[in-house]
């Protein structure tokens, strides 16, 4: 096993297949100013819309990163050309395209729904697969909606799972009845490939988890030039349109702002992060109320906003715990689970069961990798409960190694709880690539530490 801090490139050293460790120093304040990562939502909804559109698309400031650069390999299967013009994407697409491919998604579950809808409106045969993980993740509710809408979908291993064949080019639009209790994106992804589909695609949904990304979705269709209806209380009609060559810049990445400024909470540093938004739609945005409440300064400004620590001084912490429904920010679960054994109080987090069909099941991942760090949870069917075991006290310095099951999310969550904790060690650093790729030199940076 090799540990170090501060990093070097994450990236090259898990392509090198070598057992390492990031070593989290703790007992430093964070200080200092950065823009986080584009978002990945956004970055995903606009090569979803690139594909549908078929036509010459400049994004600004895409993210770059595992999931997204999946997304560009299948459209480099599907024959789309891509350049790069500094920070600028430039998509143009082939004169016909395939009528077979295999798309490979990898772990990127927003992907893999949205190619799933996307491809029956798309003539042809094509194969959708990911790694063993995302073979797990279900589409069920997805797939019997596309199944109801006339498209043929063949499951080779497992009913409502990849790997699957989608016969596409035959939505033929109409009413359905959509389960989106424990994912938007299968909403999302109807939403989009009514744009493409014979008719209006009427889409009714008793039920809808994590209902800001929604929101996401129904600006960039309409950047795109498309349309979407309200067509009554939980019911959205999406129209086939013509969609349009378009420019789209894609904003800071709230999901990824969060954890520098979880940090400062935390630490009882200061940071300035630049390029994110009081007005945004994004769902994560919330994160910074539920900061507030917990004790940390929030400071908006024009293009960012600075966030003041309530972290650590010889009288304990002086965050205090929170009461949360996530249900519509179920990304944050992670950050504020880390924050939470600092807190006084008891923090209750609430109405994630979706948690457990993520990239993990971050309920239980959560659970296991805080309480092998000495901290006190509860793991409920849909949340977590959380002593602020810390508040008061020191915690255990006895070195600790996390595994964050593959999940970038865990692995940034549980490097803000070594800010506190002793000796706490994360494996497989190299895993947040999937949305952040630069975490680990941002976090060395914050912390005054370089290479």
Sequence with gaps: MTVWWPPSTEVEAGAAGLAVAVAVPAGRPIAGRLRPPSSKSLTHRALALALLARQRTVIHRPLQAEDTELFLAALATL???????????????????????????GNAGTMFRFLVAIAATLPGRFRIDGVARLRERPIRPLTDALQRLGVVIDFEEQEGHAPLVVHGGRLRGGKVQLDASAS????????????????????EVPVLTSAPYVGLTLDMIERFGGRVEAAGASVWRSCPSALAATEV????????????????????????IDGIAQTSRQGDRRLFDLLAEMGAGIAWGDDG???????????GSRLVAIDADLGDIPDQVPTLAALAPFARGTTHLRNVAHLRIKESDRLAAMTSELRKAGARVEELPDGLVIEGLWAEHEPPAAAVRIDPHGDHRIAMAMALVGLRRPQLQIADPACVGKSYPEFWRDLARLLGVTA
């Excluded at 938007?184 to 889409?203: H, K, P, V, W």
């Excluded at 810049?249 to 300035?272: K, M």
């Excluded at 906003?305 to 009288?315: D, E, L, N, P």
Aim: net charge negative; charged share 15%.
């Design 79 to 105: 024959g789309f050309r891509r350049e790069h013009d500094g920070s600028d994407l430039v998509l143009s697409p082939p004169p016909t395209l395939p009528s077979a491919a295999t798309l490979h998604c």
């Design 184 to 203: 938007s994106q299968y909403l999302s992804a109807l939403l989009l490939a009514g744009q493409r589909a014979e008719a209006a695609l009427e889409i």
């Design 249 to 272: 810049e894609i904003e800071a990445d709230f999901s990824a702002a969060a954890y520098p400024a979880a940090a400062a909470a935390l630490t009882g540093g200061r940071v300035r």
């Design 305 to 315: 906003a600075t966030v003041t620590g309530g972290g650590a001084g010889s009288g």
